[in-house]
């Protein structure tokens, strides 16, 4: 699909092995939280995370671990107290139209139609419209979201307003996409359909994917590694590599002995990160 | 196929339940107007046994048929009659509606510059925290003496009381602005002024609205307490020359026309607001 591929013309053929170019370095990042008590809270310590160009990247924690405080640096959204992020080789020092955000909830703004939201990324910060408007057509088609271009969110269900979320933030044709929980509200059906859709979306678009999640089963379904991070202060413990082969399908991967065995060793990883 | 005799479908149940539910409303609304008129009927005959049964004379309280009389007498002539309602109205509600558009204006724009700059919110919350507690029609007498006997005293006090349920309004509804839509907007390199037309003027206008709903009323308000304290014309003046004659049952019609104009005036807010804003009745802010 032209337009939102990433262009990869004069990449070497040395790409296929393992020395590819990372597009997100970050380095020694240590993030340090006031409290109201007084007491400040050291969020993340000493985080070193490579994103290869293309690569989906799942991080997974539990609660409080800073997972999306590291997404918010990457994001753009805070600064680090401590460390380096680099994306495509440049510092990262602010919001960018090179990366894409999703939180949590879809952020719909209930006023616009869903078109006028997917647009928004294109309407905003002094760019225009015309070029994107055919690779934005093309991604709604892809998300399933055709005929509800004028619509309003209000009118949505839950997984295709996260679909329209999506969406927008692929607006910009992004380098970097950031999800933060995307299908956390959703109910698990739903979730479970929206993984295989999130899949189908970016084996379509090939971005650089960094998702932020707490349910094990997704990260490994999506990820081609899957980060396990260790509760407050956040440090990654293990970064492990999914081999599964893709498109992966809900009711081949869950049951896949690989699928299983890592589910296994992430979740032993989390519970004994649990005591101290 | 045709010929078989079919349970109703669940399509057949949910058309039917909608048409019942439709009917069912229908037959509310026509039992609300019902009480609303018999209610009105009670007040009146109440208030006929009242003034015949205590024998209240017609300069403390007039029988509803003199008021109505009064009424009459304001509304059935010509539209350009001195003797009618339909001038000193239009005086009043023109006056009323151009400082309420100057006062909502006034309001809008600098509630939005506090909630956007700190340092316009801490220089200005103290002014609005006193004149917010000051019982703003005891300025009246000030405005008059500054904008003269004429149309430019009741427009500033119109403004004036307008302008304040806008800018405290405008000011909560800004800082109300769901932090994720603010955050959205950061992530997409907007500018200050793209995040402030996009996102938190239109979360903030359920607050807006209500502002404004405030407002027109208290812009009327504001014109007939500046038509009382000098004017040559409008509802004010003719409240005061009835006064002035204890004619109890034509202030009273006043009074009923100017309650009319008021609930029209908020009527036509609240329609404006339910065509422009149709998200909030969703279940969303």
Redesign the interface.
């Known amino acids: 699909m032209p337009g939102f591929v990433q262009s990869n013309g004069q990449q070497p053929a040395t790409e296929q092995d393992a020395r590819r170019t990372a597009l997100i370095a970050a380095t020694g990042i240590v993030k340090i939280y006031p409290t109201v008590s007084g007491e400040p809270v050291l969020a993340l310590d000493q985080v070193n995370l490579a994103v290869a160009d293309g690569e989906f990247v799942c991080l997974v924690g539990p609660s409080g671990c800073g997972k999306s405080t590291l997404l918010r640096l990457l994001?753009?959204?805070d600064r680090a107290d401590a460390g380096h992020f680099s994306l495509a080789g440049r510092p990262i020092d602010?919001?960018?139209?090179e990366?894409g955000?999703v939180?949590q909830?879809a952020?719909l703004?209930?006023?616009f139609t869903i078109w006028q939201n997917v647009t928004?990324?294109v309407r905003?910060?002094?760019r225009t419209l015309v070029s994107r408007e055919a690779p934005i057509r093309e991604l709604i088609r892809i998300a399933g979201l055709q005929g509800f271009e004028n619509k309003?969110?209000?009118e949505l269900s839950g997984g295709m307003q996260q679909r329209a979320a999506i969406v927008r933030a692929l607006a910009?044709d992004p380098k970097l996409l950031l999800l933060d929980e995307p299908f956390g509200s959703l109910d698990a059906l739903t979730r479970e359909k929206m993984n295989a859709e999130l899949q189908r979306i970016w084996l379509a678009s090939r971005k650089t994917v960094v998702l932020i999640t707490h349910s094990i089963d997704e990260a490994v379904f999506l990820g081609d590694r899957v980060v396990v991070m260790s509760p407050r202060p956040g440090r990654i413990i293990r970064d492990l590599a999914v081999k599964l082969p893709r498109p992966r399908l809900p009711a081949e991967t869950f049951g896949h002995p690989e699928h299983i065995e890592l589910a296994r060793e992430i979740r032993g990883l989390l519970e004994g990160g649990d005591a101290p | 196929m045709t010929d078989i005799p079919h349970e109703p479908t669940a399509f057949d149940l949910i058309a039917a339940s909608a048409v019942h539910a439709h009917a069912r409303r229908r037959r509310e609304r026509i039992r609300n107007i019902g009480i609303g008129i018999a209610g009105l009927l009670a007040l009146l005959v109440l208030w006929k046994l009242v003034v015949v049964g205590l024998e209240v004379p017609p300069y403390i309280l007039p029988a509803p048929e003199g008021v109505f009389i009064a009424l009459w007498s304001g509304i059935a002539v010509a539209p350009a009659s001195p003797l009618g309602f339909y001038l000193p109205l239009w005086s009043t509600l023109s006056n009323a509606l151009l400082g309420f558009l100057i006062g909502a204006s006034l309001g809008l724009f600098f509630g939005s510059l506090m909630a956007e700059f700190r340092p316009v919110e801490t220089a200005l919350m103290p002014y609005a925290f006193a004149l917010q507690s000051l019982p703003k029609v005891a300025i009246a007498p000030l405005i008059v003496i500054w904008c003269g006997f004429g149309d430019g005293s009741k427009v500033a006090m119109a403004a004036l009381l307008a302008f304040f349920p806008m800018l405290v309004n405008t000011f909560a509804g800004m800082r109300a602005t769901?932090l994720?839509?603010i955050?959205?907007?950061?992530?997409?390199?907007?500018?200050r002024f793209?995040t402030y037309r996009?996102?938190k003027l239109?979360s903030a206008?359920p607050y807006i609205f209500a502002g404004l709903d405030m407002g027109i009323v208290y812009a009327l308000l504001g014109t007939i307490v500046a038509e009382f304290l000098g004017a040559q014309e409008g509802m004010g003046v003719v409240i005061t020359k009835a006064q002035a004659v204890t004619d109890v049952a034509g202030v009273f019609a006043v009074l009923l026309v100017l309650g009319l104009s008021g609930i029209a005036l908020h009527l036509i807010v609240r329609g404006t607001q339910r065509s422009v804003?149709?998200?909030t009745d969703?279940?969303?802010?």
Do not use: K
Request: hydrophobic letters at 45%; glycine letters at 10%.
């Open positions: 994001a753009g959204l602010g919001p960018s139209s990366v955000v939180f909830q952020t703004l209930p006023w928004l990324p905003v910060g002094g309003f969110p209000y910009c | 769901d994720e839509r955050e959205l907007m950061q992530v997409l390199s907007a500018s793209e996009l996102v239109p206008a804003i149709h998200w969703r279940g969303q802010l």
